[in-house]
């Protein structure tokens, strides 16, 4: 069984806190902590206790006493991803000297983090779960060709104000996973538009599998992580996943996933694009039959 940062701690007595600092050189004092009930708990110490009123927290408890606040867990079956939480939180105020910079990139990632709670369902989104595999998938592939930093600021889904998965200096990329039926879904107007001068459609055919024939998705989690092997790209690689929505679900760890294959296309005039979208219609999804547009497959060195 994995163990938690919180194991080593002993229950301490009523109204005690047993602790353990849990980053040094920050500008916010972090600890993991336990208070008598044997509840997990990170405990921030410096100007919070004044802006921490009107957060909501799924699971999650904020307690603000005069030196910070305690961010409780309330029910064990979440640790893992309470764990995830709170070391997202700790990374966000790395490098900042300012205190008071600190506090308010702490609020502002407490503010994702409800965000993504409060969108939590305790069911899996498979769906959602073969987009974000595709998009690591061809992250793996670019770390052959490019530099491992830059590779991370090509990626662009992770960011909600971004048409484009990926843009490569003067190419976007849209990056789409199916299974065994030869369509892709269009999400948006955008997406098979770009004002660079090229751009790609990378579709990935994934099915379900085993273990002992598949990956899981934190499989290719840890091997990008490996392939970054700096602590800071690390970080900021796992900041960008936490941005794109993904919130770690031990249920995760059991969903088998095999690559099938790999297409890529070049999106060009005659593509089957809807070109003029009326400005009276907001939103515009459609699908394309990948069988038809066999003319614009395009192999991997007209893309890298």
Known sequence: MVKSKWDTLTTPPEGKLSAILA??????????????????????????????TGFDFKYIDIVSFKEGIQIILKNDEHTE??????????????????????????????????KLLSSLNR????KFLKGLIGELLFMKELFRHFDRKDVL?????????????????????????KTSKNIINISSYEQLFTE????????????????????TVYDIIKEIKKLLSDEYLVLYFERLLVDYGFVPLKEYREIYFKL????????KAG????????????????SIDTDKIEKFKTGKKDLF
């Not at 050189?25 to 004044?50: D, F, M, R």
């Not at 069911?123 to 498979?126: F, L, T």
């Open 271 to 286: 593509f089957p694009r809807i070109e003029n979208k009326p400005d009276a219609v907001i939103n515009l999804k459609y």
């Open 260 to 267: 099938i294959k790999e297409d890529f296309f070049e999106v």
């Open 81 to 114: 991803l309470f764990e995830n939480l709170c070391t997202d939180l700790i990374n966000s105020t790395k490098g900042i000297t300012s205190e008071q910079k600190a506090v308010n990139a702490l609020l502002l990632r407490m503010k994702k983090w409800q």
């Open 196 to 215: 660079l001068p090229k751009l790609f459609l990378c579709v990935y055919t994934i099915s379900e599998s085993d273990k002992n024939n598949g990956f």
């Open 23 to 52: 980053d040094r050189g920050n500008s916010l004092k972090y600890s993991w902590a336990k208070n008598h009930s044997g509840e997990k708990i990170l405990l921030v110490e410096g100007e919070l206790h004044k802006h921490v």
């Open 153 to 177: 600021n090509f990626w662009k889904a992770p960011d909600e104000e971004n048409v484009h998965d990926f843009i490569i200096t003067d190419k976007a990329v849209e990056i789409k996973t």
């Open 123 to 126: 069911y899996i989104d498979k």
